[in-house]
């Protein structure tokens, strides 16, 4: 692990000897080691340790220099440092970046759920017994052709010359299985599943299995979907993954930039339906990948993004709210240019609902369990989307798996459009959001 004192003290000596007396240096440190197989084989097995690390120099004009290095030690420092400071004469001259004012604020202790990783051999058996097992629950699952089990350890720090130091230790093992089918006469049906845990001994490798079995199996006997006006359920991974592809409403870099469906004139709007509430929570405690400071050193939070349907915040990094008058959020992220990104999102209702809904007695209903194509079919400044998915359509509770279709929509009218917010909510890499429920979308059948 690193020592994050010593290495902010031996930077201090390098800066002094080089005139610097302004900068800061966020990085990190990852040790990986994964597993991928095939057809009960070992496919790739690797094992990695990198660094990075972003350096800002100030001069004595107030612009900025910045570069960045791999190297974690004296040397990859002082290299930094002086490059960072010749860059600095050619840093911009307006909004220039400043240190966090909250840099320095004092961060509670957590507690430490670093496990340490198991040997690789093991990663190889588990994830081969995951095959096996998952092959061996239907004839027509013939293959797993993607499918990964990894193990990170992740030190993360930063500090800067007014005496600011953070530093933390995450660790965490990810699986992903991927079926395919093959049946005389049907197409080739798929199905995927994800999962993260602090450990390879906490992860739900057995819900991961049942998750992939059962939607492999239920797209077997699939059939086509007349086009028209549906009402949808989203599942709370779309909907999480539709909510990223448009987090430039919450973003105030993008705010700034206009590139946002925002304006800085949103916030107190209404911009959905009054049963949506989301929260930005990175210190959520089902966030596997917590992080309690940003790239800036800003300490994470909980912040509020839409309460019963009224945009509330924006997320910020230290220089978007000072340009409009607020204050860090800790969702800054250092590089050549400091960006801005949401964590880990809480999607919820704090509104009764006036009528209650159930999957198990819907009927002419669309359930979206998997959207694809988020990177071509989303245009975010537009606010528009078509995206294909995966998903059934609902007949008195009974589901029947779509061939092929797509779901197109603006995302504003969609938010205005939800009709109900399940209260029970799962548990999702990027974050915790119920079954959301839209009353009508545009579906495209094949």
């Known amino acids: 692990?690193?020592?994050?004192?010593?290495?902010?003290?031996?930077?201090?000596?390098?800066?002094?000897?080089?005139?610097?007396?302004?900068?800061?240096?966020?990085?990190?440190?990852?040790?990986?080691?994964?597993?991928?197989?095939?057809?009960?084989?070992?496919?790739?097995?690797?094992?990695?340790?990198?660094?990075?690390?972003?350096?800002?120099?100030?001069?004595?004009?107030?612009?900025?220099?910045?570069?960045?290095?791999?190297?974690?030690?004296?040397?990859?420092?002082?290299?930094?440092?002086?490059?960072?400071?010749?860059a600095s004469?050619?840093?911009?001259?307006?909004?220039?970046?400043?240190?966090?004012?909250?840099?320095?604020?004092?961060?509670?202790?957590?507690p430490d759920t670093v496990v340490p990783p198991v040997p690789i051999e093991r990663l190889v058996t588990t994830l081969l017994a995951a095959e096996k097992q998952l092959l061996a629950a239907h004839p027509a699952i013939v293959s797993v052709p993607y499918n990964g089990l990894s193990q990170q350890v992740i030190d993360r720090?930063?500090?800067?010359?007014?005496?600011?130091?953070?530093?933390?230790?995450?660790?965490?093992?990810?699986?992903?299985?991927?079926?395919?089918?093959?049946?005389?006469?049907?197409?080739?049906r798929s199905a995927g599943g994800f999962r993260l845990g602090r450990s390879l001994?906490?992860?739900?490798?057995?819900?991961?299995?049942?998750?992939?079995?059962?939607?492999?199996?239920?797209?077997?006997?699939?059939?086509?979907?007349?086009?028209?006006?549906y009402r949808v359920v989203f599942s709370p991974e779309a909907f999480l993954s539709l909510l990223g592809a448009f987090s430039n409403l919450f973003n105030a870099q993008n705010v700034l930039d206009k590139q946002s469906l925002s304006t800085p004139e949103s916030l107190g709007q209404t911009i959905a339906s009054s049963l949506l509430s989301v929260n930005d929570d990175a210190l959520h405690p089902d966030n596997i990948t917590i992080s309690h400071f940003d790239g800036e050193g800003t300490p994470t939070r909980c912040v509020p993004l839409i309460q019963?349907?009224?945009?509330?915040?924006?997320?910020?990094?230290?220089?978007?709210?000072?340009?409009?008058?607020?204050q860090?959020?800790?969702?800054?992220?250092?590089?050549?240019?400091?960006t801005v990104s949401p964590h880990f999102f809480h999607v919820f209702s704090q509104v009764p609902a006036e009528t209650h809904y159930d999957l198990e007695t819907a009927d002419n209903v669309v359930l979206i369990d998997d959207l694809h194509a988020l990177h071509a079919g989303v245009s975010a400044l537009e606010g528009s989307f078509s995206l294909p998915f995966d998903g059934w359509l609902i007949r008195d509770g009974q589901r029947t798996s779509i061939e092929a279709a797509t779901v197109a929509g603006d995302f504003r009218q969609l938010l205005q459009s939800i009709i109900y917010v399940a209260p029970k909510a799962e548990v999702k890499p990027n974050g915790v959001c119920p079954y959301i429920w839209v009353d009508a979308l545009a579906i495209t059948g094949e």
Not at 30 to 58: F, H, L, M, N, Y
Not at 205 to 214: A, F, N, S, W
Not at 328 to 338: C, F, H, L, R, Y
């Open 157 to 188: 720090f930063y500090f800067n010359s007014e005496g600011a130091q953070r530093q933390e230790r995450n660790a965490y093992t990810s699986l992903y299985l991927y079926s395919k089918t093959e049946m005389a006469g049907k197409k080739p």
């Open 89 to 110: 004469a050619f840093g911009a001259k307006e909004h220039i970046p400043d240190f966090s004012p909250e840099a320095t604020k004092p961060i509670p202790p957590w």
């Open 201 to 229: 001994d906490t992860l739900p490798i057995d819900d991961c299995l049942q998750e992939v079995i059962e939607k492999t199996i239920s797209h077997l006997d699939y059939e086509k979907i007349s086009s028209g006006k």
């Open 308 to 326: 019963n349907g009224v945009l509330t915040n924006f997320l910020h990094s230290a220089g978007t709210a000072k340009r409009l008058n607020a």
């Open 1 to 86: 692990m690193l020592n994050v004192e010593e290495l902010a003290s031996q930077a201090q000596q390098i800066a002094t000897q080089l005139g610097i007396t302004k900068f800061d240096v966020y990085g990190a440190t990852i040790d990986e080691s994964s597993a991928q197989v095939d057809q009960g084989e070992p496919k790739q097995v690797e094992a990695s340790t990198r660094s990075s690390v972003t350096v800002r120099v100030w001069n004595q004009a107030g612009t900025v220099g910045i570069t960045s290095t791999t190297d974690v030690d004296p040397i990859g420092l002082e290299m930094a440092l002086k490059t960072a400071q010749e």
């Open 328 to 338: 860090p959020t800790g969702n800054a992220n250092m590089g050549a240019k400091v």
